[in-house]
């Protein structure tokens, strides 16, 4: 489990990265900066923490609170720490029509957990998400960047196996 | 083989990169745009074209932007909406990460038009592996002098954007969508005014989907009056349709708008035909927020002759026996699917999207989910069917913007065409809740 430890502060590149994203928006909409900001927090730090939102707020010159707001809105940023691998499972309409809920079931039971859990070894965290537009490679997931599609029960088997080493 | 508009270099090894789209006759339009014509002469020829919004609205472009205000001295804005977050739709998905300088170059081609120096497209969060492959393509067209400062010695500037969301279907309305770049929660905004007056920072606004925009270099190269060729009637062009469920071949086709659906779902061309040994039993047509339409009426209009893939036959008899284009999500069921589950899947997905602005879309969708889920598991009550009727005609058109609509009228289609089946669940509880159970009681297969 990724702990965030004080002081909370981007890595080098991630503070040029962070420069370089706010000094694209017109002056004085630096706010707008905003969700690509938290999705590099989340990066460095796995999930995003009071901590983390207090030190993003002082980076665009804005109150803390216009960031807790904007964080608990958006369902992409874990407000809770999580483990090495978020999964992210859709559960929506045509996922569930190619076997979506049999294929999760079975990811549940390979895991030991249910939904919103961490494995106690801290490597997986399964969550359920709505649709993720890839409706015709259901059942999918993610982790991170990666979509990982047309799941199946000897797939998902493989994917964890590999994912664990 | 029907022309395509989008997707005719889609499969060429390496058109991801600049060097190979470019080498595919790629940023022509961009070219002819500023070296031989006005602005003005841009937004007519997508006027001449037709082209219709293709993110689900089917607003006619050229007349989106003919609204856009023009005030001196204050900046306008051009947004892509890339928060393709419908359910059954995939196809931005698709176009971005297989040719996205085709998003590019239409990008390029749609700013000039509107005059906007610095544009944005707003892609959701989950694709950051997309924006990633978007941004390589803006720093290759900005070196090759696409993009930056004086492109092609033209003295037009224009700077592309690429932002990321973070996982609110509701940023796909676009008011919400300029919330949200605007760092906010997306909420969507209370209309007017309109984003063509005070859009983004409070300056004029245009907000086109993905497959919108890529239509512009065509329309441009070959003119508004041939764009306008293609297709019948109304529908000019080619759409893409995400194509999803139980059929042969999944994917993402373009489709010239005008075949038969019919012609979609069996045609080897597109669907292949249903699963061997399946039937065809509904259908979904335009994304989940469109009503569900049983095979029969899916097939054929109310009078018999067969329905074809356009915005106006698709919606041909109203909501009693049509449904919508829409985004071009296409869902297709046979006799295994659960109405009632599917339903439920879209109704808690409404709910859990809902922005919590508005009470009538805010307390409805939780209800609709919760009777549903109620039905579902067995523990129905007859009255809930209506009770669920009512609540959805109690949101629609109750809602500072669409998603309340869009919650209500996948329920009260399903309930509308498959009555008979919510019946039987909240009649036969042991038997509807086993695994795998499924209503086989009178339907029309196809």
């Not at chain 2, 009503?291 to 041909?316: Q, V, W």
């Amino acid at each position: 489990m990724t702990e965030t430890t004080n002081p909370i502060l981007f890595t080098p590149e991630r503070l040029a990265n962070a420069q370089e994203i706010i000094a694209r928006y017109p002056e004085g909409k630096q706010k707008s900066a905003l969700l690509p900001l938290l999705h590099l927090a989340q990066e460095q730090y796995g999930w995003v923490s009071s901590d983390v939102m207090d030190y993003v707020a002082g980076l665009l010159d804005i109150l803390p609170i216009e960031v807790y707001e904007v964080a608990s809105f958006y369902t992409m940023f874990h407000l809770d720490p999580v483990g090495k691998h978020v999964i992210e499972y859709c559960r929506t309409g045509p996922c569930c029509l190619m076997g979506g809920e049999d294929v999760y079931g079975h990811l549940k039971q390979k895991l030991g957990i249910d939904t919103g859990e961490t494995t106690p070894d801290g490597k997986f965290t399964l969550k359920e998400v709505e649709c993720l537009a890839a409706c015709g490679w259901g059942p999918v997931f993610q982790i991170r960047e990666k979509y990982y599609m047309n799941l199946t029960n000897e797939k998902v088997d493989e994917i964890i196996e590999e994912l664990s080493k | 083989m029907a022309v395509k508009i989008l997707t005719e270099h889609i499969n060429v090894p390496n058109i991801n990169t600049f060097e190979v789209y470019r080498k595919m006759g790629g940023y022509t339009a961009v070219e002819k745009a500023l070296k031989t014509m006005t602005p003005e002469e841009v937004v007519e020829e997508v006027k001449k074209s037709g082209v219709r919004g293709r993110g689900g609205a089917g607003f006619p472009m050229g007349m989106k932007w003919s609204f856009l205000a023009k005030p001196e001295g204050v900046p306008r804005y051009l947004v892509c909406n890339a928060d393709e977050s419908e359910p059954g739709t995939f196809k931005d998905h698709y176009l971005m990460r297989e040719i996205p300088h085709l998003l590019i170059e239409g990008m390029i081609v749609s700013s000039f038009a509107l005059g906007a120096k610095k544009s944005f497209i707003y892609v959701r969060g989950e694709l950051m592996y997309v924006i990633k492959i978007l941004e390589k393509a803006i720093a290759e067209a900005t070196a090759a002098g696409f993009l930056g400062k004086n492109i092609l010695g033209s003295g037009y500037d224009l700077e592309l954007v690429v932002q990321p969301g973070g996982g609110a279907y509701i940023c796909g309305e676009e008011t919400a969508l300029l919330e949200s770049l605007e760092g906010k929660r997306g909420n969507p905004r209370n209309k007017p005014p309109f984003p063509a007056v005070k859009g983004l920072y409070q300056s004029p606004t245009v907000v086109n989907n993905v497959e919108s925009i890529a239509n512009t270099p065509w329309i441009i190269n070959n003119g508004g009056e041939t764009y306008a060729g293609l297709g019948v009637g109304r529908s000019t062009g080619t759409k893409l349709i995400s194509a999803s469920g139980h059929i042969n071949k999944p994917g993402v086709y373009e489709i010239p708008l005008g075949i038969t659906v019919e012609d979609f779902i069996y045609a080897d061309e597109w669907c292949g035909g249903i699963r061997p040994g399946h039937h065809l039993k509904a259908v979904i047509a335009g994304g989940s927020s469109v009503p569900i339409l049983p095979a029969k009426l899916i097939l054929n209009l109310a009078n018999g002759d067969k329905r074809l893939m356009t915005y106006e036959s698709l919606s041909d008899g109203g909501f009693a026996t049509g449904t919508m284009l829409g985004s071009g999500g296409f869902i297709a069921m046979d006799e295994t699917a659960c109405i009632v589950r599917n339903t439920w899947t879209f109704a808690r997905f409404y709910h859990h999207e809902s922005c919590g602005q508005c009470s009538p879309c805010r307390e409805g969708t939780g209800w609709m989910d919760k009777v549903l889920e109620r039905i579902e598991t067995g523990k129905g009550n007859m009255r809930d069917i209506d009770l669920l009727v009512d609540v959805a005609k109690k949101i629609e058109g109750n809602t500072i913007c669409p998603l309340g609509d869009a919650a209500a009228w996948p329920i009260a289609s399903a309930i509308r065409h498959f009555r008979s089946e919510f019946e039987w669940h909240i009649t036969h509880p042991q038997e509807a809740t086993q695994p795998g159970a499924v209503y086989r009681g009178e339907m029309e297969l196809v």
